[in-house]
C-alpha cells in the first residue's frame, strides 16, 4: 500500500487543526482568561442614594385602647427599616479560578433583599452566573461541581469578574433553604468560587 505523500499529511493535519479551532475556540474562548470586565455599583438604598423613609404618624381617637394586645389594622402599610441591613456574608474561596472577594445577603429599606458582590476578583469565563444554593462549600476539586446537585436560584448572568455588583432576589425565595453563594460557569458545569453564606 503506498504511503502517503508529506504533503498530504500536511494537509490532513491542517484541515482537522482548522476543524478543532473552529469548533474549540467558540467553546473554550480561552482569550477571557486574559479579559477582564470591572463593575462598581453602589449599594441600592443606601443612605447616600436616598433618605431613610418611616411610617407616617397615626392619630388616635380620644378613649381608644391602644395597649400592646389590641390587633393592628390589616390595611396598615407595612413598617420598613431606617437602612440597609445585612442578613448574611460570606468570604468566597477558589474553586476551579482564583476568586476572591466576599458576599452579602442585604435587606433593604423596602424590604427587598439584594445580593451584594464585594472586591469580586475572578476569571473572565463564558456562561457565567451567580448562583444562590443549598450546597455546601467545599474547598479543592471536590466542590467545583456540586451547586447543581440540589436546590439552587439563578440570579443572572455575572455583570462582571471584578468589582463591586448587586443582584436582586426574588420576593418568593425562602433565604432559610440556601447558605452558599457560587460563581458559576454553566458551560461546563463547573464553581469558579463560592461562598459560604452564616447570618450576620
Not at 476543524?19 to 482569550?31: C, E, I, K, N
Not at 486574559?34 to 443612605?47: H, I, M, R, W
Not at 391602644?66 to 407595612?78: G, I, K, V
Request: net charge negative.
Amino acid at each position: 500500500m503506498p504511503r502517503p505523500s508529506r504533503r498530504t499529511v500536511i494537509a490532513v493535519v491542517a484541515s482537522v487543526a482548522a476543524v478543532g479551532l473552529a469548533v474549540g475556540l467558540p467553546l473554550f474562548q480561552p482569550w477571557r482568561l486574559f479579559t477582564n470586565t470591572v463593575v462598581d455599583e453602589s449599594l441600592p438604598g443606601a443612605p447616600a442614594d436616598a433618605a431613610p423613609t418611616t411610617p407616617a404618624p397615626t392619630s388616635t381617637a380620644p378613649g381608644t385602647d391602644t395597649s400592646p394586645s389590641m390587633p393592628q389594622s390589616s390595611t396598615r402599610p407595612p413598617t420598613v427599616s431606617a437602612g440597609p441591613v445585612t442578613l448574611a456574608r460570606g468570604t468566597f474561596i477558589t474553586h476551579e479560578h482564583d476568586t476572591t472577594g466576599t458576599a452579602a445577603v442585604i435587606r433593604l429599606a423596602d424590604g427587598s433583599r439584594v445580593l451584594r458582590l464585594e472586591g469580586l476578583d475572578t476569571s473572565d469565563g463564558p456562561d457565567l452566573e451567580v448562583w444562590l444554593t443549598d450546597a455546601e462549600v467545599v474547598e479543592g476539586t471536590r466542590g467545583w461541581r456540586v451547586f447543581d446537585d440540589g436546590t439552587y436560584v439563578d440570579l443572572g448572568d455575572l455583570k462582571g469578574n471584578q468589582g463591586n455588583q448587586n443582584y436582586a432576589i426574588p420576593a418568593d425565595v425562602d433565604l432559610s433553604k440556601f447558605r452558599s453563594v457560587s460563581i458559576w460557569c454553566d458551560r461546563f458545569n463547573v464553581s469558579f468560587g463560592a461562598a459560604a453564606l452564616a447570618t450576620a
